[in-house]
């Protein structure tokens, strides 16, 4: 059975830093072979993706978070990681970690695992 947990979450000012992790057991194959993404969920909107790291450790990002937002992975410890620097109001949401064999989609319809989400408040 896939778990993801994510955690990192919390209230920080606006210009401020969080970092989170999504740890992951039960894959029936490799995590390595996996694609970890980061998606999130506004009050009243629909789930976007922010992030994704393909096994081969390529990034894509939303454009919103360019430059703010960096993912990155350890395998060895089958965890992802989402940094997020110069944080906005806007990027208030709920913070999702996702898991799609082999290949990343941009579409929260493809991803098969899920945590259960951290929240990320900004205040301005």
């Known amino acids: 059975q896939v778990q993801l947990v994510e955690s990192g979450g919390g209230s920080v000012q606006a210009g401020g830093s969080l970092r989170l992790s999504c740890a992951a057991s039960?894959?029936?194959?490799?995590?390595?072979?996996?694609?970890m993404a980061w998606f999130r969920q506004a009050s009243g909107s629909e789930r976007e993706m922010v992030a994704t790291i393909h096994p081969t450790g390529i990034t894509t990002y939303t454009d919103s978070v360019k430059g703010r937002f960096t993912t990155s992975r350890d395998n060895a410890k089958h965890t992802s990681f989402l940094q997020m620097n110069s944080l906005k109001p806007e990027d208030t949401a709920s913070y999702y970690c996702?898991?799609?064999?082999?290949?990343?989609?941009?579409?929260?319809?493809?991803?098969?695992?899920w945590g259960q989400g951290t929240q990320v408040t900004v205040s301005s």
């Open positions: 996702a898991a799609s064999y082999e290949n990343c989609w941009r579409g929260k319809q493809q991803y098969t695992s």
């Open positions: 039960g894959f029936r194959a490799s995590y390595t072979s996996y694609c």
